[in-house]
């Protein structure tokens, strides 16, 4: 794809559940809701860079730093980082109150799509993360089990979170970006998500 090619995303939410259900023995109804509610906000996400350029997915189109290349970038290292969390533990996502300036400039590069980077590449890598985290809330044996949230100016010192809260954290911050997206997107075009 090229810079000035629109990205020809599917659209469609997936019926994870279904995929869920013949691939494992049996999925609880909570399983399943949690399948449900990640796939619906992801597509929200997803939805919102329907048919556009690279260069597209790179505009501020607001007083905010973002650009919808950047928040579906962002939203997969979220991801990404809370599922190592739930397997890991806090080792999986370093100590935040030790990161030095120049982490935070490259943590930053998280909230861009980067001139080297594509629109078509970071939702593939957004694809791949969601369908691992789509087989962590099947195959956990406990989503009860537990960790200390990393030490992190956001959050409580002693605080754990359960996978459960982790996988309902991933939900939040997923359907809170794609309300973010939908604007930069209307902004940008006059497309929106829904209405």
Known sequence: MTVNEPANHDVTTPDVTADAATTAPAVSRERADLLEML????HFLRFTTRDLTDEQARQRTTASELCLG???KHVTEVEQGWADFIL????????FTAMTEDDWAKRNDGFRLLPDETLEGVLADYAKVASRTDELVVTLPDLDADHPLPPAPWNEPGKRWSARQVLLHIMTE?????GHADIIRESLDGAKSMG
């Open 39 to 42: 796939a619906k906000h992801r």
């Open 70 to 72: 950047g928040l579906i």
């Open 174 to 178: 997923t359907a809170q970006h794609a």
């Open 88 to 95: 890991e533990g806090p080792s999986a996502m370093g100590d």
